[in-house]
């Protein structure tokens, strides 16, 4: 009863609630995402910086952009029951209020992927980023998954208005070698060198790395 209830009052809501919802939804996704909306050349929403070159919010996990993938999310657990619209809220509230969970739930998800990668021996950590000047000589070897990610999260950040670097660090996320990147990417000799000197400028600017 209760969900014939809520696909009532969703019929009931006009495209322009709709769309002043769904725009309040977008910033706080954006915020949760720890980046920022902007428009591109057709005026389409998107997110500038944040969490989503790598981990549980990469395009290649997830199979696209982060921000409209959880809109999607959001949005269905409304149309399917599997959230409950309170009385109290308003579309914009009740949909600013499910954005966390979503979110947390994709984290919550990605650890337990990466846990049982571990259990398997499987390498889910992208390619020779990471144990060449990320924690020295010891590299990331013995370093908790929380901890690699949030690495993994400064070298996005850091690579973040340099599209050259944006797509280094993208494909050697996907990546399982330094073959697969260099042919990727098309890199000649000397490519990957000359872009990993560039990247660790940029991230000795986030992170004190000796």
Sequence with gaps: MKQIEQS?????????QWRAALATLMIELALLLHGKLDDDENGRKVLVGGYTQYGAHSEYRLGGEALYHYQGMVVEKLYDGSCEWKQENSLEEQLKEMARPVIDDAVKAYRRQQKEDERLGISSTPVALDVEWLGGDEGLAEAT????HQEWETICEAADGDQELEAFVQVTGESRSLKEVSQRLRLKDGDRDRLMKRLKRRVRKKLPIG
Excluded: I, M, T
């Design 145 to 148: 998954s929380d901890y690699r």
């Design 8 to 16: 009532k009052r969703l019929n009931a809501v006009s495209c322009s």
